[in-house]
């Protein structure tokens, strides 16, 4: 049976991950926005690019312009990593790491209302809420950076990623971490979120997100209590039928 696993990425309003919220808009057509690039991930060459030369950078605030950018996932490369936190798997490690070839890793963000395109459609919270952006469908997965670098075709699917450029210099390369690369073609952004918070209350599960996920541990999604967007949500079978006809990537 086919899965799907659906982690949160881009920016917050957390001061680390920068601050801020990139937009939704009212027709559901959206901007996604990377993390900022930290002085721990040190420095590669050519340098990365700044928020400022990035195509969203309308939506960026002017205290961040100048801050460079971690551009994971990497939706032109179709290339994606798991990290570890406080020297120990992020939760996203072990479900991703059950996906196989033909799966699929979704990518959910908090995103901000902007009413600039029109009549609002009636699933987006007007004031935030969390949406799924994008997804990969599984090519391969490799487990360290060294399966990576003794691997060619690997190393080929991974080189122009920043973040394996920086793990490179920087990190360890036998941590047990996923390095997904997505097939081309049909991985990428989506035209249209695809709302997991509820129009009404940012901070609660909508009813499409509960119908059609759980959460790692085979938990249901409860409506009644305050959503956390850092968990990690599966989904499978005829729900992940259900989610993949409403995801329609950009061409």
Not at 126 to 136: D, E, S, T
Request: hydrophobic share 35%; net charge negative.
């Amino acid at each position: 049976m086919a899965k799907g696993v659906a982690i949160n990425v881009g920016v917050n309003t957390k001061p680390e991950w920068g601050g801020f919220r990139g937009p939704i808009f009212s027709d559901g057509s959206f901007e996604f926005i990377h993390i900022p690039w930290k002085p721990k991930y040190g420095m590669i060459e050519p340098r990365p690019k700044k928020y400022d030369e990035m195509p969203y950078c309308s939506y960026v605030p002017e205290n961040r312009e100048n801050d460079y950018v971690l551009v994971s996932p990497d939706f032109d490369n179709c290339a994606y990593a798991s990290t570890m936190r406080d020297e120990r798997p992020a939760p996203a490690n072990k479900p991703i790491f059950n996906l196989k070839q033909g799966d699929y890793l979704f990518f959910y963000a908090t995103l901000c209302f902007e009413d600039e395109r029109g009549e609002k459609e009636g699933w987006i919270n007007p004031k935030w809420g969390a949406y799924i952006v994008g997804l990969f469908k599984i090519d391969f997965i490799c487990k360290s950076l060294r399966h990576i670098l003794d691997d060619q075709v690997a190393f080929e699917a991974f080189k122009e990623y920043t973040w394996f450029k920086s793990q490179v210099e920087v990190g360890d390369l036998d941590a047990i971490v996923p390095w997904v690369k997505g097939i081309k073609g049909e991985s990428g952004l989506l035209e249209k979120a695809i709302h997991l918070s509820s129009p009404d209350e940012p901070k609660r599960w909508s009813v499409l997100a509960i119908e059609l996920f759980r959460t790692a541990n085979g938990n249901k999604l409860n409506a009644d209590e305050e959503a956390s967007f850092r968990t990690v949500l599966i989904c499978e079978g005829e729900c992940l039928d259900k989610l993949l006809a409403k995801c329609i990537l950009r061409k």
